[in-house]
């Protein structure tokens, strides 16, 4: 069974910090996508990874994958509250496209 | 164009009914998945179709979980005596392609069951 952990579960920051949420697991993924979650809302993707080593900017977030292919970052710069929400990882093993997902982390960025 | 929509929004069940979800995919697209996701938790596989054919229901807690999508589009996933474990957000999802680890899926904005 492939299983991702998200640290920190939740996290409570000012309007303009930074923050970074991490995904980690002991297997190796195809690839490796970010979604956010809104409240009453299905999880809206927000990037897909693929290669080792990759890094991805979106605006102010920026994906990495781990070298390996196990472990993956999610970079918040000068965080606005309209980043509030749940960011979910979620793994795509070889066999097909089931997703595996974390736990999540619960982000809130207040004025 | 429309989203993947999910009915009812909400379901409340007593314990021991049976409930009906319905999912209506993209227009077009291959593949449709189902997750269950309990309070505070990131979303479980529970099954997939491609088209019409259920090619993974490895996710499916139990044999009182079954689902369909008998033409290829539209899908309902069922639960027959229902308990309060079963009390979760049931999430839909598609995608344009049948296979592929890249592929991008688009999800519903869900059915929250409680069961009493």
């Known amino acids: 069974t492939q299983l991702l952990e998200q640290s920190p579960q939740f996290l409570s920051i000012q309007e303009g910090e930074n923050l970074t949420v991490y995904c980690n697991s002991s297997s190796v993924f195809s690839s490796l996508q970010w979604y956010r979650q809104e409240p009453g809302e299905g999880p809206v993707l927000l990037v897909t990874?693929?290669?080792?080593?990759e890094v991805k900017k979106l605006k102010r977030l920026t994906f990495q994958f781990g070298d390996a292919r196990k472990d993956s970052s999610l970079h918040i710069t000068a965080a606005q509250p309209g980043d509030t929400g749940l960011y979910l990882c979620?793994?795509?093993?070889?066999?097909?496209?089931?997703?595996?997902f974390g736990g999540g982390t619960r982000v809130l960025v207040k004025p | 164009g429309a989203g993947v929509s999910q009915s009812p929004r909400y379901k409340v069940a007593k314990r021991g009914q049976d409930v009906a979800l319905r999912c209506d995919p993209i227009?077009?697209?291959?593949?449709l998945f189902w997750y269950q996701q309990a309070l505070g938790q990131g979303p479980e596989f529970l099954t997939y179709?491609?088209?019409?054919?259920?090619?993974?229901k490895s996710g499916l807690p139990s044999d009182r979980f079954f689902a369909e999508r008998p033409e290829g589009s539209v899908s309902t996933l069922k639960i027959q005596r229902t308990q309060q474990e079963d009390s979760a957000v049931y999430l839909c999802?598609?995608?344009?392609?049948?296979?592929?680890?890249?592929?991008?899926?688009?999800f519903g904005p869900g059915t929250r069951l409680t069961v009493l």
């Open positions: 990874v693929v290669t080792g080593g």
């Open positions: 979620a793994g795509n093993g070889a066999a097909g496209n089931k997703l595996t």
């Open positions: 227009s077009g697209h291959v593949s």
């Open positions: 179709f491609q088209n019409e054919a259920q090619l993974d």
């Open positions: 999802a598609s995608s344009l392609e049948a296979s592929g680890f890249t592929d991008t899926q688009y």
